[in-house]
């Protein structure tokens, strides 16, 4: 384990087996229709990597750039679009990747964003949701872990831009966020 990690909340080989089930459900939900896959970055990379390798069907995969946390363990409450340029969705079927979803910000802006965009339809699916009370009233389509409202890093999720490459989720040492405080 990770020097900084205090403890693994769920480990590699638990991820691992939700994937197949996420990703059965996934193409069950979107049976045979064409979708684009937007993945919200950088903290849904490692998932939407693992997730769309058990999809074995033609799609598309486009990234949007958002940022909520501005390297905190807090949501800044601002939900910032950082691309010049949004994918193409008018007409289209996407499958949006995010992460986690704690305040649900972050999913509501860019689900209206999509939608703005002339998207079709938006199915969403995120790792992990954190069980707590919202700041926009949004739960995602497919879930892969409800967890408490923690702090975590590992699989994609960041602390002031580290522990990404972590292969599990974890929480982090309190001496850790407080001594970069
Ligand atoms: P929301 O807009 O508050 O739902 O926050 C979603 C975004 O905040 C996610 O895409 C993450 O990037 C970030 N985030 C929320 N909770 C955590 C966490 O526990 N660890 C790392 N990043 C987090
Ligand atoms: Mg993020």
Do not use: W
């Not at 849904?44 to 486009?62: G, K, N, Q, S, Y």
């Not at 995602?140 to 599990?168: C, M, Q, S, T």
């Amino acid at each position: 384990m990770h020097q900084d990690i205090a403890r693994v909340l769920i480990d590699e080989e638990v991820i691992e087996k939700r994937l197949d089930i996420i990703a059965d459900r996934i193409l069950e939900e979107f049976s045979g229709r064409q979708f684009v896959v937007i993945v919200i970055l950088k903290g849904a990379l490692v998932f939407t990597a693992d997730v769309l390798r058990r999809m074995p069907i033609p799609l598309e995969i486009e990234c949007i750039n958002v940022a909520s946390y501005h390297g905190e363990t807090k949501s800044s409450g601002r939900v910032d679009f950082l691309d010049a340029k949004l994918p193409l969705v008018e007409g289209r079927s996407v499958l949006l990747i995010d992460d986690i979803l704690d305040t649900g910000r972050t999913l509501v802006a860019v689900e209206e964003k999509l939608r703005e965009q002339g998207a079709q339809m938006v199915k969403s699916c995120v790792l992990l949701s954190k069980d707590k009370e919202r700041a926009a009233e949004v739960e995602a389509d497919h879930v892969g872990f409800h967890i408490g409202d923690e702090f975590v890093v590992g699989y994609g999720l960041d602390y002031k831009g580290l522990y990404r490459n972590l292969p599990y989720i974890g929480i982090l040492k309190s001496e850790i966020v407080e001594a970069s405080r």
